[in-house]
């Protein structure tokens, strides 16, 4: 069964940075859209980014444009997220996702927990 796994997780320190990492099992999901979710304690879950099969093609939530860079590399399955400037509200689970249409994400990884301390 194809899998996503997240890593890089953890306690951090707000204003700090991490970087999140996802390892996708098979080559086949370098051909499909990715994206990171994420859900805070009591909320749903909520979209961070994403970025296409081409490599380029970003999108990122308003809580979190000025400060993530989702990016990706083909050539490890992997798909990265680094938020800089943490602040407690991103305290999450995150979430890496894959999906081939546009919006849809029927791929989901186990998550990987990230607290911000204030």
């Known amino acids: 069964q194809a899998q996503l796994i997240e890593s890089g997780g953890g306690l951090v320190q707000a204003g700090g940075s991490l970087r999140l990492s996802c390892a996708a099992s098979?080559?086949?999901?370098?051909?499909?859209?990715m994206a990171w979710f994420r859900r805070a304690p009591g909320k749903e879950r909520e979209f961070v980014a994403s970025?296409?099969?081409?490599?380029?093609?970003?999108t990122y939530a308003d809580s979190v444009k000025s400060r993530a860079t989702i990016s990706r590399d083909n050539t490890k399955n992997t798909v990265f997220l680094e938020i800089h400037t943490l602040k407690p509200e991103d305290t999450a689970v995150y979430y890496c996702?894959?999906?081939?249409?546009?919006?849809?994400?029927?791929?989901w990884g186990q998550g990987t927990q990230v607290t911000v301390s204030s």
């Open positions: 996702a894959a999906g081939v249409y546009s919006g849809t994400w029927p791929y």
């Open positions: 098979e080559p086949r999901f370098t051909t499909m859209n």
């Open positions: 970025i296409l099969s081409d490599g380029v093609t970003t």
